[in-house]
């Protein structure tokens, strides 16, 4: 390589690299801090516009949060007054007391930072969670420094939305070399949604507790927090259920096989391997076992997820926090660990803007993944139920029987219900709503939301 060669590439090397490395930290700077919550403000709007302004405040936060403890930050607000009293009064004894509580920060920095340690921080929190309920984190902790580490605190400044604690935080007074330790903590979640928790936090405040040295592990957790529901007793499925002729193999490929029906004598063409030998030797002649298919019910979940817009411009609750909306999601999970732990065929309708259908079988995985889906439904902010696809309405009509989840009463579901009747679906209509109404149809169960809340309904 010649001359020419090399100072183009060294050109090139130095003009693209800091490039890139402007780009990390602009992306780097955008994402925000990754140990605590932004508030919802400051987070990606519609429009893909994020304020540089308040994120450079956030920060800014976050980090003083993260630097100093709460006597760290009264301390440094002292200083900050008496410097500035000291700027309008040329002398006085407060400066002489602004020089001591410097004195006191600098060496705890620097104490702080000889013992400084390094931990390996490993989380172990469920996948899933269900709303209202008290979750048990579980910690282990190792040191990987050749010194004790000292008043070590876990999570301290992680403030979750979905979720508040039940207890102090995880601490400990000191952690020796080179050992392993084990700690728990607990929460209570709040309300439903997929989250994501940020990394494993750990700092010491020592030795005078007023600045804080932090370390983390780089992993984010993902929490499926579904709604509250406590199990049914008994339901009453709507009548002339179809069953359905399927296979299993369609439906669950863990452990299932075909049903026994009898014993026959055996015909050229059966399977060897279903030779009865006890049978054999009893007739004197070859017995095989005969098998028939299973015949399945499946049985149809339409959840309405219709939910209007506020008109007022100041909102006291968000959308997704409808109380009919959030009884009719805990009714729907409810009635899919019933049908689930009954040997049925579940399919899930959730009926708005966008028709989501999910089918289930005959097993816990499927419920956990009905479980999921429900932890993520986001209401429909268009009324669209009655204009369901010709698919969507041919898929209903094969499974023959349908429980239908309303929030309300009104043309458009009566539009919906003399629709499916027309398809030949046999209907068991739930309405949950705050009010009671005349107009609503005699076959239909009307519940209030705060009965489902209580766990009063275990009989439908």
């Known amino acids: 390589m010649n001359i020419g060669n090399i100072m183009r590439t060294s050109l090139k090397t130095s003009i693209v690299y800091p490039f890139k490395l402007l780009l990390l930290l602009r992306k780097r700077f955008y994402e925000g801090p990754g140990w605590i919550d ?33 006597p760290g930050r009264m301390i440094i607000s002292v200083i900050v007054l008496i410097l500035l009293y000291g700027a309008v009064v040329s002398e006085g004894p407060l400066r002489i007391l602004a020089f001591m509580l410097l004195a006191l920060l600098v060496t705890d920095f620097v104490v702080g930072l000889l013992f400084l340690p390094r931990l390996d921080i490993r ?41 508040r604690r039940e207890a102090n935080l995880a601490s400990l007074d000191f952690i020796k070399s080179k050992n392993t330790v084990s700690m728990t903590s607990y929460i209570h979640s709040k309300k439903r949604g997929e989250y994501i928790l940020k990394p494993a936090f750990a700092s010491t405040s020592f030795p005078f507790g007023i600045i804080k040295w932090t370390c983390r592990n780089r992993h984010f957790q993902r929490v499926m927090v579904y709604p509250r529901y406590e ?58 076992r005969e098998f028939q298919e ?68 005959r097993s816990l995985a499927q419920l ?67 009010t009671q109404s005349d107009d609503y149809p005699d076959n239909a169960m009307v519940l209030h939301p705060r009965d489902v809340f209580l766990g009063h309904i275990r009989n439908l």
């Not at 008290?134 to 301290?156: C, G």
């Not at 979940?301 to 805990?330: G, H, M, R, Y």
């Not at 009324?383 to 349908?402: R, T």
Request: net charge positive; hydrophobic share 45%.
């Open 123 to 163: 989380r172990e929190i469920p996948l899933r969670i269900r709303a209202g309920s008290v979750i048990k984190i579980h910690y282990t902790i190792k040191n990987l420094r050749k010194m004790p580490a000292w008043d070590i605190s876990l999570d301290p400044i992680h403030q979750y939305g979905w979720m």
């Open 38 to 70: 932004l508030p919802a403000y400051m987070l990606k709007r519609k429009s893909g516009y994020k304020s540089p302004t308040l994120l450079l405040f956030a920060w800014l936060y976050a980090w003083y949060i993260r630097i100093f403890t709460v």
């Open 294 to 361: 299973e015949y399945l019910c499946r049985i149809a979940l339409i959840v309405d997820t219709f939910i209007p817009c506020s008109k007022s411009f100041l909102k006291s609750k968000k959308v997704n926090q409808n109380p009919s909306f959030e009884a009719a999601l805990s009714l729907t999970a409810a009635l899919s660990h019933y049908l689930a732990h009954g040997d049925y065929i579940v399919d899930v309708f959730a009926a708005g803007s966008d028709v989501y259908h999910f089918k289930g079988g």
């Open 231 to 288: 199990p049914l007793n008994s339901v009453q499925l709507p009548v002339n259920a179809r069953f359905q002729k399927e296979g299993m193999s369609l439906v669950s490929h863990v452990g299932e096989s075909l049903e026994f029906h009898a014993c026959r004598e055996f015909r050229t063409g059966d399977n060897p391997k279903h030779i009865h030998w006890p049978s054999t030797a009893r007739k004197n002649r070859l017995i095989v």
């Open 368 to 434: 956990d993944q009905i479980l999921d889906i429900l932890a993520c439904l986001e209401p429909s902010r268009t009324e669209s139920i009655n204009k369901l696809e010709s698919a969507v309405i041919e898929e209903m009509a094969g499974i023959g029987s349908a429980m239908l989840l309303l929030l309300k009463w009104d043309d458009a579901r009566k539009e919906l219900v003399e629709q499916l009747h027309q398809h030949g679906i046999t209907l068991k209509i739930i309405i949950i709503s705050l």
